[in-house]
Nanobody, 127 residues
Framework: QVQLVESGGGPAQSGESLTLSCTTS????????VAWFRQVPGKEREGIGC????????FEAESVKGRFIFSRDKVKQSVYLQMNQLVPEDTATYYC????????????????????WGPGTPVNVSA
């Protein structure tokens, strides 16, 4: 069973930054599109950004555009989510997910298409 693993979550103050990592030993992550999602209890899971494979760029949701940076390290076969200027509304559990091919544009934020998921890492931003 393929399992992605997120790390780097934790507490933060408003205005601070956190960087989340996503990796796996179960597949070659470079060969997959990877997306980040977040979810607050009682609310729908929100897709916040995705990284296409083969250096085909990224797509960011409007809610995080300009604050969050999505990147990939091909040598480490890891994907990163750098979260800047954090606000309490960013408090959620953050998940990474992978799929061999993701829909273009905003379509890549649809969670229905992702085959592999991590267990999530919590982020708690206080005012």
């Amino acid at each position: 069973q393929v399992q992605l693993v997120e790390s780097g979550g934790g507490p933060a103050q408003s205005g601070e930054s956190l960087t989340l990592s996503c990796t796996t030993s179960d597949l070659t992550l470079n060969d997959y599109a990877v997306a980040w999602f977040r979810q607050v209890p009682g609310k729908e899971r929100e897709g916040i950004g995705c990284l296409y494979k083969d250096d085909d760029g990224t797509f960011e949701a409007e809610s995080v555009k300009g604050r969050f940076i999505f990147s990939r390290d091909k040598v480490k076969q890891s994907v990163y989510l750098q979260m800047n200027q954090l606000v309490p509304e960013d408090t959620a559990t953050y998940y990474c997910a992978a799929v061999f091919w993701a829909a273009p544009g905003s379509g890549c934020l649809g969670d229905w298409q992702y085959a592999y998921w991590g267990p999530g890492t919590p982020v708690n931003v206080s005012a």
